[in-house]
């Protein structure tokens, strides 16, 4: 979603601003734009890319206050009056803000029978006539973001500008994510610590009501009280946050590429001298917890169902497993001793946050399954788990996935401490590292056959099902085809009745206790007209399959053969000459909800 970027005292404001945009560009955007002090307020701002930014963008900025945005519409069409930074009206006060503004309607009326008048059709430009509505009160622009904090209702992560202090930078958060990096000389504001880190090391995290300014020499947080807050500062090192290629033509092709080396450092991380190194706290709140709810959205909803089969097959812990979207409206917390597992890559999902808010309100316990030490979500987490996965720059989640998959097996083995999930990892190891070197041109084969499709449907049971809703997604984010997954048993009772002649359908054999009854899906569909593509282990494989890897252990599918869903989504995607790490509509870390 939109990123926010901006500097004060930076030697080179432009290149930092630039670049910055353009590191957060995996997020999503439609339109980008900066402003700067130079006596007055200027702003340079349009529909497209950071780069197509810096082409309009005065070659030489020598302002010492700077702050840029990509945008990702949400109120207005992208456009350019409706592109940050937006100016206040009496052009005092300028700023770009990440998240929603709920009560904008009655705050741009209020504001209007006040004399302002409105020129975007955003929810920001209510916050920027706010600001100066309370700062031409009194001339105190702390006391101006206070009094607006106090009236917006919603999420922001706001960087602001006014004409009349030349040398601040002021912020304020609530729910979307506001990162300071400390300089010498200089200091930073981001979304994230990705365009910061060729700065700096250290950063300051905004928590939510919380405000203040930066200063080429001074760091000032207030909190919702107004009090000074003594901040922590946490070390970030450049490589985890590395966005270079690496010699790849696309970042998700780079991260497909890297799940076996992530699952190796995952067992790593959790798994020394003999010993499951997990925290014996959280592994006793998960035993003696009666029910674990999982949550997550999108891809991290899908590792969830397998992470809550795991804990029912493996640990006998009942569990649910929710949208963290749909539960947020309607809360459940069965049992008696309750304990949520909440699984986010970016630890910034505004989902999520929603949810966690709800059950620290509660008083229940959680984890954090995250990629993203530091974030939101893992401030506000009893516990967190990181998956380990390096950052992950593509949009479509790929490795964040399998990690997610393999973390929640190890766990479930931790808690029994069944050691055999560790072999049945290895297993998995070797079949990717076959995946990648021996089947690719057979996935891209199977990839022309269907690009050209409107339809397209995966079938699997119990793991292999979980794992067909995954890769439905990932083929729809990347190719724009429609595609359904549908657990085998269920298409006589609807699908069936959309298979027709051609359709492409890709099933998943890797479970000995399902695989006949998916034989028998296979000719359900086949005399039906359809064209099969099957996906099996060699113990369960016929002769006409389309792919056949070594057996491994059924319920690490999520694992084993995932890349086969990632890589057809991927050479679907490049065959259609689509922007596969970036797909339109689309962004990376979801902050608004
Ligand atoms: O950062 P999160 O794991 O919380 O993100 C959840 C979803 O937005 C995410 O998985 C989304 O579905 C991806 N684009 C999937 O490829």
Redesign the pocket.
Known sequence: MCGIVGAIGVNNPREYVIEGLKNLEYRGYDSAGVGFLNKKIKIYKDVGSPSHLDEILPKNITSDVIISHTRWATHGVPSKKNSHPHLSMNKKISLVHNGLIDNYIDLRNFLISKGYTFYSQTDTEVIGNLLEYYYLQNNDMLVALDKTKANIKGSYACAIINEDYPDTLFMMRKTSPLLVGKGKGFNLIASDASPMVKYTNEFIELDDYEYGYITKYDIKVFNRNNELVDKAVTIKDLESYSHDLNGYPHYMLKEIEEIDTVIKKLVTAYYQDNEYQFNKDLLNDLKESDHIIFL??????HASLVGGRLFENFNNISTTKYIASEWAFHPTFPGVRPFVVL???????AD?IHCQKIIKKKGFRTLLITNTPGSTLSRGATYTLLIHAGVEVS???TK?YAAQVALLSLLSGAINNDKKVLNDLKDTIRVIEYIKNELKDKIKGIAEEIKDHENIFYLGRSFDYFLSMEAS??LK?VSYIHSEAIPGGELKHGPIALVNEGLPVIVFITDPTTANSMRSNIEEVKSRGAKVYTISTKDLSKDEDSLVVDNYAYYLSGVAVSSIAFYLAYYVSLAKGYNVDKPRN?A???TVE
Request: with cysteine.
């Open positions: 997550g959205c999108g891809t991290s909803y699984i986010s890559q970016s630890g910034e999902t999520l949009v479509a989640s964040a997604l990932k984010e689309l990376k870390s979801v």
